[in-house]
Nanobody, 117 residues
Framework: QVQLVESGGGLVQPGGSLRLSCTAS????????MGWYRQAPGKKRELVAR???????NHADSVEGRSTHSRQNAKKTVYREMNSLKVEDTAVYYC???????????WGQGTQVTVSS
């Protein structure tokens, strides 16, 4: 059974920082590209970053310069460090695993990030 479990969300003040984690089980993690998506209330889910299987990353313009991403294959975990958080970063953040196959993609349950004073 495949599981992606996110953690690290919470309430933070504008300008603050958070570190999200996503731990996978049931997949050959090192072969998967891992993505972070977010969905704000009333908006579509959007891709904010993708960490390829070789560790290369791509970020959305909206978070460029304010977030870093990494993966530890031995722990089957990806991380997202978010800095200088803004109110508009408030959303549910989802982890996504994109594997080397047509049907090999999975979602986590999401973790809420709320940026508010």
């Amino acid at each position: 059974q495949v599981q992606l479990v996110e953690s690290g969300g919470g309430l933070v003040q504008p300008g603050g920082s958070l570190r999200l984690s996503c731990t996978a089980s049931g997949i050959s993690f090192r072969f998967y590209a891992m993505g972070w998506y977010r969905q704000a209330p009333g908006k579509k889910r959007e891709l904010v970053a993708r960490i390829n299987s070789d560790g290369g990353t791509n970020h959305a313009d909206s978070v460029e310069g304010r977030s870093t991403h990494s993966r530890q294959n031995a722990k089957k975990t990806v991380y997202r460090e978010m800095n200088s958080l803004k109110v508009e970063d408030t959303a549910v953040y989802y982890c996504h695993a994109d594997g080397p196959g047509v049907a090999l993609n999975y979602w986590g349950q999401g973790t809420q990030v709320t940026v508010s004073s």
